[in-house]
């Protein structure tokens, strides 16, 4: 049994994204010792004082290969307790498990985690539980996606995440659009996904297990956009309905660790849709607020333990990430003073930020997460139009695409 007292020394191997900024926030809270590994020097998760250590690493998308050693090294000369890969990581390490030592981690095996982070896997294992998503076609030509298309229509590749390789294709415009970006992304070497375009709205819940059994879950709906998919304010729900799709997804697949899903609920009232997967935590603080700490859950089950399972999260609690709100702000049209005026009604507490509080830099706790916040905020003012491109700063060399997964599948690799 793990002493709750005793402080675990945890190593996340990546710092670039919201879903880890968050992560080591709650980490902090519960008086972990924290480092990271990050290619980028300037990460999002390097301005915090929760994190002790930052180890420069090798990009994972570039060169997994490298990547691999690089932590199997520092496995090897320090010691950790847990290794918590928060990102697409997750990928690399069920494929080389043999690999990393005595550290405890959650994950399960190879080939059903390659089942959940491939957006055609998890289509074909939703048909085959029998499971409800939109209308989906397979396709793996530009003839195909031609022959397959219905408008409107949701374009996927079946690899990508933080919104990217996703195109809504309403009409003869839109198509050709993404045709030449599937094109030229080498796209078709693999399966690209038509979903008929559903009017609804989109959640997000979260999961973890521990060998096919669901041990915590939160759910939240989107109550204010942020930039390019992502959420800038967000309000708990519960999703009885949502949570017996994942506790059976999960006992099918013996999943082991933590597992998300997008869903969408449509406007006529009928059942939710499933509409994504991602085998790991997202954005994590929501819930730590609503009083499930998916993360402090996730600890446990990488130490080895089978803890009890966690109440249900309460409804209604309501967080926001300032960085997206100002960047959906910018974004969708805004000038500076419209920049200024979402600042004032984040630094203020005002209108959709009344009772809410901040998840992705909480500056009362951990002050140095002003740094990142207060940059955008200047590089929004000094150029609104910039949003677009800070934004994609973040799909950097911590996540896969087609060329590194094929390298990581490939024989030999470990």
């Known amino acids: 049994m793990i002493d709750p007292a005793r402080p675990l020394r945890v190593l996340v191997p990546e710092g670039s994204s919201t879903s880890t900024r ?3 926030t709650i980490l ?4 972990h010792h924290v480092e990271i590994c990050d290619p980028s020097p300037w990460c999002l998760a390097r301005f915090s004082r929760v994190v002790r250590k930052f180890h420069h690493c090798p990009g ?8 691999l050693a690089f932590v199997e090294k520092l496995l090897a000369r320090e010691h ?4 918590l890969p928060t990102h697409e990581q997750g990928f690399l390490f069920a494929r080389a498990r043999s ?7 959650a994950l399960p095996s190879f080939e059903n985690y390659r089942t959940a982070h491939s957006k055609a896997g998890f289509s074909r294992l939703l048909d085959e539980l029998k499971l409800p998503q939109p209308p989906t076609r397979l396709v793996r030509s530009a003839q195909g996606l031609r022959d397959a298309i219905a408008y409107p229509s949701v374009v996927k590749t079946s690899v990508g995440t933080a919104s ?5 294709v309403r009409n003869a415009d839109d198509l050709e659009t993404a045709l030449h970006d599937l094109g030229a992304g080498d796209a078709f070497s693999d399966e690209v996904l038509v979903q008929d375009l559903i009017a609804g709205t989109t959640e997000k819940a979260q999961s973890v297990f521990c060998r096919g059994r669901l041990l915590g879950f939160h759910a939240y709906r989107q109550v204010a956009a942020g930039v390019g998919g992502g959420e800038a304010i967000k309000q708990s729900v519960s999703r009885p309905q949502v949570r017996a799709c994942l506790e059976t997804i999960g006992a099918y697949l013996g999943w082991h660790g933590a597992l998300s899903v997008d869903t969408l609920m449509p406007g006529d009232g009928t059942a939710p849709l499933l509409i994504d997967c991602n085998p790991r935590l997202v954005e994590p603080m929501n819930a730590y607020r609503a009083g499930v700490d998916l993360v402090g859950l996730l600890l446990r089950v990488s130490q080895g333990e089978t803890p009890a399972t966690l109440p249900e999260s309460r409804e209604g609690v309501r967080t ?6 100002l960047l959906g702000c910018a974004s969708r049209g805004g000038t500076r003073s419209d920049v200024i005026r979402e600042s004032v009604r984040l630094f203020a507490a005002r209108g959709p930020y009344v009772g809410s509080s901040e998840e992705l830099t909480p500056v009362r706790l951990d002050w140095v ?3 990142p916040l207060a940059m955008t905020a200047a590089f929004l003012l000094a150029s609104p139009n910039s949003a677009i491109k800070l934004a994609r700063g973040g799909f950097g060399a911590h996540l896969l695409d087609i060329g590194s997964i094929r390298k990581i599948e490939g024989e030999g690799f470990c």
Do not use: T, Y
């Open 80 to 83: 950790f307790d847990v290794l």
């Open 369 to 371: 997460s002003a740094v």
């Open 28 to 31: 902090g809270l519960s008086g």
């Open 60 to 67: 994972l998308r570039s060169d997994p290969a490298g990547f």
């Open 164 to 168: 990217r390789g996703i195109w809504f």
């Open 320 to 325: 926001h990430l300032a960085m997206q709100a």
């Open 22 to 24: 968050e992560a080591i």
């Open 99 to 105: 690999r990393l030592g005595r550290v405890g981690f």
